[in-house]
């Protein structure tokens, strides 16, 4: 049970983009932070970190963390600083934004995403500020914008199963995650219906961690998976493996949907998947005749041109066979829907008035910096304030975006803890607190816990919360409205109102969200007709297919062309998006920026392990460590991790290969819809 915390041991959160938001146990010395652990108390963290928060002392206390305001003195990009105090930097930006604001709020862009998945260091006290400003709004798009409205749209948002519930199934499909890097919690569940005799299928194109430890693993070509899922639902339809009662009373569009799915026998989806079509047959039976099945399905699929159809399809899959009857069955993308936060009065809207600023894509940052004004995009922007977010690093299109960035007409302010690539072009450098530092509240993704952050260690150096750097520069503009004196305890107060019990946050760190253990069991989806909507109203009034479908790739690799390979770009384990890259033991396991190659595709290019590669298209050119491996799959390479580019062999990474094209709904990002060549390099 609640186990007792010493005077030296300060219950947190992990703050980083990571379905497991683990329970964190700070162990502090004379004002010291010594160690970093996982909660023994909190079942879902189990007392076990991942490596990389193992680290965190390491990353708190590094030599380079950000420790003073500066302000740039060199060309943009060049990285030089000199420090400055907070008054004058605040006083400068102050100033400077207020002008822009006086004549075109919206040339003024904030630009974050997910550094701390905080409510309060994350969007709290900021978006107060950029609403009162009415600045640009900024489309957050660039993660899981299209499996979110592939999810909306068919099981009505961001709802599942408990995870928990995975250990009691008996098959577990866990499809486009590496969870050991990236979901190691729910691996751990995995791993204990594995041990009860539940069987383990991957899909993914490249044999993951993950992938080699399942009981099967089906490398399908990325951005194939409606096909695959339609043809499971043809094998479920031709045999009658159906669960008629649950489709009848819980579904709609059951007649449409059998009709398209009809047109998918395994055969078609085995070409176009590139995959054995008895692993499609053999995964339809496994599917229809296991009690419970359950998916894991993560982000992966959604990095493609049909990425939010992918989900659509994928998600019918438990209402066609019933597994939502049994809490160890049905499915799981993301949990985040069913945290009830109170958004009005975190970010409050209200400030924006009468004003409903322009939505500016993130995912597409590279063009919407070097857009000159027009009637259709409104201002050109004239400054962009960075928090959370490194996107001269994860954005797509780097060229461009590095492009945007180096303006000498963009003023550019960055929070951070170091100067990462974003950093290199910021006019003012500000430096921001870490978790140890600062309060926070927390939902989760992968799991349905709100989870308490409290400081466990002063700020280091000047360093300061986001959310008081956003307090005083709303002071300094003039901003009168008392949600800016509000203090971060009470954000966190606020953050979820009387919807959770604050008092069991404060003593145990965590606190279960009320949920059903079989949400629906009995049907009951939060669509707008309560049913699993195979058919989606809600796309047929935009004019666009209601039902899933398998949309080929923007970039499909030509065999015979100048691109001949599909490029995906996948976490590295050690590694969270473009964080923790420069802490050192971390980067030592990860060694160098690697390119996973298959000996198919490599022998034919003279291409050894260790060669230094050019990857290239007709956005730039990355240069790389080859792997010669089977991890990859033949006719794909996969580009690991999100490196900084100042650490990469010429300058780049991986995100220089990547476009700007959309996802079919969501407006998200399809980086790993990428077509490359590879040369060896001497
Ligand atoms: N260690 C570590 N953990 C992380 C992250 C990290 O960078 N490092 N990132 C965090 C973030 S931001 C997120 S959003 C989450 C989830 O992030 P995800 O992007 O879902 O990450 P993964 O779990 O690695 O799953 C991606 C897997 O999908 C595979 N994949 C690529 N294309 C396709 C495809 O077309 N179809 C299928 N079926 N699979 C495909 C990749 O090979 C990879 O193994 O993870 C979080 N956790
Ligand atoms: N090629 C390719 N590109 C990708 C992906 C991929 O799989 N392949 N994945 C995409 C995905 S899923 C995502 S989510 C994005 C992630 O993109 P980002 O959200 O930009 O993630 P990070 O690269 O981790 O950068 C977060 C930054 O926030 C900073 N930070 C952390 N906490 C705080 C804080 O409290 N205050 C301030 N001021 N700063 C803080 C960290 O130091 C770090 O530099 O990248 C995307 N880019
Ligand atoms: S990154 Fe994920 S696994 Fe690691 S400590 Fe944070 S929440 Fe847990
Ligand atoms: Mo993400």
């Known amino acids: 049970m609640n186990q007792p915390?010493?005077?030296?041991?300060?219950?947190?959160?992990?703050?980083?983009?990571?379905?497991?938001?683990?329970?964190?146990?700070?162990?502090?010395?004379?004002?010291?932070?010594?160690?970093?652990?996982?909660?023994?108390?909190?079942?879902?963290?189990?007392?076990?970190?991942?490596?990389?928060?193992?680290?965190?002392?390491?990353?708190?206390?590094?030599?380079?963390?950000?420790l003073h305001p500066m302000k740039r003195v060199g060309p943009k990009g060049s990285g030089q600083f000199v420090r400055v105090g907070w008054d004058e930097a605040l006083s400068d930006i102050a100033q400077r934004l207020s002008a822009i604001a006086a004549r075109a709020p919206e040339a003024v862009l904030p630009y974050s995403y997910a550094g701390t998945m905080g409510l309060v260091q994350g969007d709290g006290m900021a978006a107060r500020f950029f609403h009162r400003l009415g600045a640009s709004r900024l489309d957050q798009t660039i993660c899981s914008s299209a499996g979110t409205a592939g999810l909306v749209h068919t099981l009505g948002g961001k709802v599942g199963m408990k995870v928990q519930f995975f250990a009691e199934a008996r098959l577990i499909v866990i499809w486009g995650s590496n969870s050991i890097g990236s979901n190691l919690h729910f691996w751990r569940i995995a791993q204990e219906a594995k041990r009860q005799g539940a069987r383990l299928v991957c899909i993914d194109p490249r044999r993951s961690e993950t992938a080699e430890k399942c009981h099967e693993h089906i490398a399908l070509r990325p951005g194939t998976d409606a096909a695959l899922a339609l043809a499971l639902m043809q094998?479920?339809?031709?045999h009658d493996w159906l669960d008629h009662d649950y489709i009848e009373h819980h579904t709609l569009g059951w007649a449409e949907l059998r009709e398209r799915a009809l047109q998918w026998p395994p055969e078609r989806a085995a070409e176009v998947c590139g995959v054995p079509v008895e692993q499609i047959t053999r995964l339809a039976h496994d599917y229809a005749h296991t009690r419970p099945a359950a998916i894991r399905l993560n982000y992966g699929v959604q990095r493609v041109r049909g990425g939010a159809n992918a989900v659509r399809a994928i998600a019918c899959l438990p209402a066609l066979t019933g597994a939502w009857r049994q809490r160890g069955g049905g499915i799981l993308l993301s949990s985040s829907g069913q945290f009830p936060v109170q958004r009005q009065t975190l970010q409050r809207p209200d400030l924006l008035g009468e004003r409903r600023p322009r939505l500016i894509n993130m995912s597409t940052i590279g063009d919407a910096l070097n857009q000159p004004a027009s009637?259709?995009?409104?201002?050109?922007?004239?400054?962009?304030?960075?928090?959370?977010?490194?996107?001269?690093?994860?954005?797509?299109?780097?060229?461009?975006?590095?492009?945007?960035?180096?303006?000498?007409?963009?003023?550019?302010?960055?929070?951070?803890?170091?100067?990462?690539?974003?950093?290199?072009?910021?006019?003012?450098?500000?430096?921001?607190?870490?978790?140890?530092?600062?309060?926070?509240?927390?939902?989760?993704?992968?799991?349905?816990?709100?989870?308490?952050?409290?400081?466990?260690?002063?700020?280091?150096?000047?360093?300061?919360?986001?959310?008081?750097?956003?307090?005083?520069?709303?002071?300094?503009?003039?901003?009168?409205?008392?949600?800016?004196?509000?203090?971060?305890?009470?954000?966190c107060r606020q953050a979820f109102g009387d919807r959770i019990d604050y008092d069991q946050l404060l003593s145990q760190g965590f606190a279960s969200l009320p949920l059903a253990d079989a949400p629906f069991a009995e049907g009951g989806f939060p669509t707008p007709s309560g049913r699993c909507e195979f058919l989606s109203p809600a796309l047929v009034a935009q004019g666009l297919d209601g039902l899933p479908d398998h949309l080929p790739n923007?970039?499909?690799?030509?065999?015979a062309g100048p691109w001949p390979l599909a490029m995906i770009s996948p976490p590295a384990r050690n590694f969270l998006n473009s964080t923790f890259v420069n802490v050192t033991s971390l980067r030592n396991i990860e060694t160098e920026p690697v390119l996973e190659i298959h000996p198919d595709d490599a022998g034919p290019r003279q291409i050894h392990s260790g060669d230094v590669v050019r990857v290239f298209n007709a956005r730039g050119n990355y240069h790389c460590k080859a792997e010669v491996s089977e991890r990859a799959r033949p006719g794909v390479v996969n580009?690991?991790?999100?490196?900084?580019?100042?650490?990469?062999?010429?300058?780049?990474?991986?995100?220089?290969?990547?476009?700007q094209a959309l996802t079919d709904l969501g407006r998200g990002p399809t980086f790993y819809d990428c077509a490359v060549q590879v040369s060896r390099l001497g």
């Not at 076990?48 to 950000?66: F, G, I, M, N, Q």
């Not at 094998?235 to 031709?238: A, F, P, T």
């Not at 349905?448 to 700020?459: E, K, S, Y």
Request: aromatic content about 8%; charged content about 20%; some cysteine.
């Open 554 to 559: 923007h970039e499909l690799p030509d065999p």
């Open 639 to 659: 580009g690991l991790g999100i490196w900084w580019r100042k650490f990469g062999l010429n300058g780049t990474n991986v995100n220089e290969l990547t476009s």
């Open 235 to 238: 094998q479920l339809i031709v």
């Open 5 to 66: 915390i010493d005077d030296t041991q300060v219950l947190g959160a992990c703050p980083h983009d990571c379905p497991d938001t683990c329970s964190l146990l700070t162990t502090v010395k004379d004002g010291v932070a010594t160690r970093v652990q996982g909660n023994p108390a909190h079942p879902l963290t189990g007392g076990v970190l991942c490596a990389k928060v193992s680290k965190y002392p390491e990353r708190t206390y590094h030599p380079d963390r950000l």
């Open 375 to 491: 009637a259709a995009f409104g201002p050109a922007l004239e400054a962009v304030v960075v928090y959370n977010s490194n996107p001269v690093a994860v954005a797509p299109d780097s060229a461009r975006v590095v492009a945007g960035f180096a303006r000498d007409d963009l003023f550019t302010v960055v929070l951070e803890h170091f100067q990462t690539d974003t950093a290199d072009y910021a006019d003012y450098l500000l430096p921001a607190t870490t978790q140890l530092e600062h309060w926070d509240i927390h939902l989760a993704y992968g799991h349905t816990d709100v989870l308490l952050n409290r400081p466990a260690i002063a700020p280091l150096g000047e360093a300061l919360p986001n959310s008081e750097i956003f307090r005083r520069l709303a002071q300094r503009m003039g901003y009168s409205d008392p949600c800016f004196a509000e203090e971060d305890e009470t954000l």
